[in-house]
């Protein structure tokens, strides 16, 4: 699957959790979802459900670890969506 | 937020024009209820949406935390309140009352992904929306209050008890003005707990606008209803000086426990304690009861509701000629639990504001245990224009508990 597409999706996938909108328009692979786009620490299982839900993959706690900005997580659903 | 009205402006034509939000649900009967039907809030999402950010469009699913909210919102606008993301008002708190709130529909989901061993697919929301201050806490995650911020549960007095105990926090000068209300989910879950204590109508389910007839003498039960009300209470220095409307001042108010002594037990009040909580609410005031335009009672359609005239007239001390108008909202709404004295206590503003009392509804006779007490024409049958200066409310609740307010027209100058 295309990393173009995931990032699109995963985009919106996220909107709902960032308080400020206006960011979105210019998201980069480098955006720290806690850090930079100000999600609550909370949000993150519910976006990880989001995407196992979206993708149909299951994504252990450790990898949710690993998933800080949008280049990894986009990363770890690419990888995820191969191993299918 | 009522179950026949949405938002105050839509609340006062429902109560003039006495519109039903009873109706029949379906999977009530595929479930066995003897109660069939129920009350609750027709919320659509263009509603929401007046109110809503698209996070708790979609995501807040919890009704008693999504009425809460809704009520709670359109108070706040309603006194030409605001708000914003990046600012604390230490000055404003809120008493958000709940009853059952893990107990709405909606949690079905949640209990069943636990029961089934997938509770890692619950997300962070399920506490959230389960706990008992659920619905103070997303209010508040938008309104950005930064003084007290408490959610009482008191059963069926929990709104009136809501309003007393943001008025007892400003007398003490605490804080400036207190958002005050309440709120009751729905479903299955409570209604088929309150079905199985045989305290529901059983004998409407055909004809489901009929089913809560407070005073009538062919009354079996309340209708269980969901909803919520809300207002603010400010101190009048803080209101005036910020040219708030203001539709009433609360003159006095009680809550007290009936101790499960003297007949008062789970489900029932004790009287003296009844009486004690009106009259002190009264004494408070330094009303006399000449001055009662209005009693807004609690009336749940029960057994118990001869009774509760019978208190309501030692409480005042009067004659039977002397005893004031009286009615409630639930033959239109139901009883809608902890969410009740919010809904009444807004409706009793909206008569104060309008100068009207609603009909009492559904009664083809009233109970003649009541008529010994008081005439026939303190029971409106259908809304009436009158001036209100001077309300009392009273709500009762399990747990033997009881909370009565005085409520005076605000008159300008």
């Known amino acids: ?84 | 937020m009522a179950p026949n009205a949405l938002g105050a402006a839509d609340f006062e034509v429902a109560l003039k024009e006495g519109r039903s939000g009873i109706r029949f649900f379906e999977e009530s009967q595929s479930l066995n209820f003897r109660c069939q039907i129920a009350a609750r809030p027709l919320i659509t999402d263009a509603y929401k949406a007046r109110y809503f950010d698209d996070y708790y469009q979609n995501k807040l699913e919890n009704k008693a935390i999504i009425y809460a909210c809704l009520a709670g919102f359109e108070a706040w606008e309603n006194a030409g309140l605001s708000y914003s993301n990046d600012q604390i008002d230490f000055d404003s708190g809120m008493v958000i009352g709940s009853g059952a709130l893990g107990m709405d529909s909606t949690t079905a989901d949640i209990w069943s992904k636990i029961i089934s061993g997938n509770n890692k697919r619950l997300g962070s929301r399920a506490i959230p929306q389960c706990m008992s201050s659920g619905a103070a806490a997303y209010l508040n995650k938008i309104l950005g209050l930064g003084n007290r911020v408490l959610s009482n549960s008191s059963a069926c007095i929990t709104g009136t008890e809501s309003v007393l105990l943001g008025y007892e926090h400003l007398k003490l000068g605490k804080a400036k003005r207190m958002l005050c209300g309440s709120t009751e989910g729905d479903g299955i879950f409570i209604w088929g707990a309150f079905d199985a204590m045989r305290i529901l109508t059983s004998d409407s389910n055909e004809d489901p606008t009929n089913g809560s007839r407070p005073m009538c003498n062919s009354r079996l039960g309340f209708i269980p209803g969901s909803g919520s009300g809300a207002m603010v209470l400010e101190t009048l220095e803080s209101a005036q000086s910020r040219g708030a409307k203001i539709y009433a001042e609360i003159l006095g108010a009680d809550v007290n426990s009936g101790g499960f002594r003297d007949g008062g037990s789970m489900t029932a009040p004790n009287s003296n304690a009844v009486i004690h909580c009106m009259k002190n609410s009264l004494h408070q005031a330094k009303v006399s009861s000449d001055e009662i335009d209005l009693i807004s009672g609690h009336l749940t359609g029960t057994k118990g509701d001869s009774t509760e005239i019978k208190n309501w007239k030692k409480a005042l001390g009067c004659t039977q000629d002397q005893f004031p108008l009286i009615n409630t909202a639930k033959s239109m709404i139901g009883h809608c639990i902890a969410g009740a004295g919010s809904i009444e206590l807004v409706a009793t503003l909206i008569q104060m504001e309008k100068s009207f009392v609603h009909g009492n509804y559904n009664i083809k006779e009233v109970d003649p245990d009541i008529t010994a007490e008081i005439p026939l024409d303190r029971i409106p049958m259908k809304t009436v224009d009158k001036e209100i200066n001077t309300a009392i409310k009273a709500n009762f609740a399990f747990g033997d508990l009881n909370c009565s307010i005085v409520l005076r027209k605000w008159q300008d100058g």
Do not use: R
């Open chain 1, 1 to 84: 699957m295309d990393k173009n597409k995931i990032q699109e999706e995963l985009k919106n996938i996220i909107a709902i959790y960032v308080p400020e909108k206006e960011i979105l328009d210019n998201l980069t692979l480098e955006h720290d979802l806690i850090n930079d786009l100000k999600i609550n620490s909370a949000h993150i299982v519910d976006i990880v459900l989001d995407v196992e839900e979206k993708y149909d993959i299951m994504i252990e706690d450790d990898v949710i670890m690993q998933m800080g900005t949008i280049g990894q997580a986009i990363d770890v659903i690419h990888g995820k969506v191969q191993e299918k």
